[in-house]
């Protein structure tokens, strides 16, 4: 039974002339749509296979895309904050050295040194190392109050050579 299935395929795709055929319209009319099924089969599959490629280009395209975009829009948000931090640097400086007034340049110089001295990560660690700074170097803008020297913190000044000036004196000792 075997040697019969192999004389009948080998005779179908044998040309009347005895040779293999060296084209597909040469074959027999079966094997020719045997071949167009197959071929058809593979088409198919290697179309599917491409569309699925495709969709999933196009899915990690949009989502890299949608990353992008918001990675971009931090950015600027990022940018934007630091514009507005310079701009403040710069209005502080100004303010600062018109209040200082001739001591501009000396004054804007001591707090550049202060601040670069001061630590934190926030706001509130950088306001509680300031403080603590402060109190540690002083600011140098610290005054004394004036005292009213004259007796009973009166006006009118008092002569050095006169009795007055002996009347206080005796009852500040409490001395009669």
Sequence with gaps: MTEQASTESTEGTQTPSGQA?????????????????????????????????????????AEFEAKLAEAEKSKKDVEAERDVAKLDVVKLRAAFGALSGD????????????????????????????????GLFGTGTTRTPAVDRSPEGGDPALALNGDPLLQSLKSALGIN
């Design 21 to 61: 055929p060296q084209t597909v319209d040469q074959l027999p009319e079966w094997a020719r749509t045997t071949i167009s099924e197959l071929r058809d089969e593979a088409a198919k599959y290697r179309t599917s296979k491409n569309s699925a490629v495709d969709e999933a280009k196009a899915a990690v395209t």
């Design 103 to 134: 001591k501009a340049e000396e004054t804007l110089s001591r707090a550049d040194e202060f601040a670069g001295l001061i630590q934190g990560s926030n706001a509130d660690e950088i306001a509680t190392h300031a403080s603590k700074l402060a």
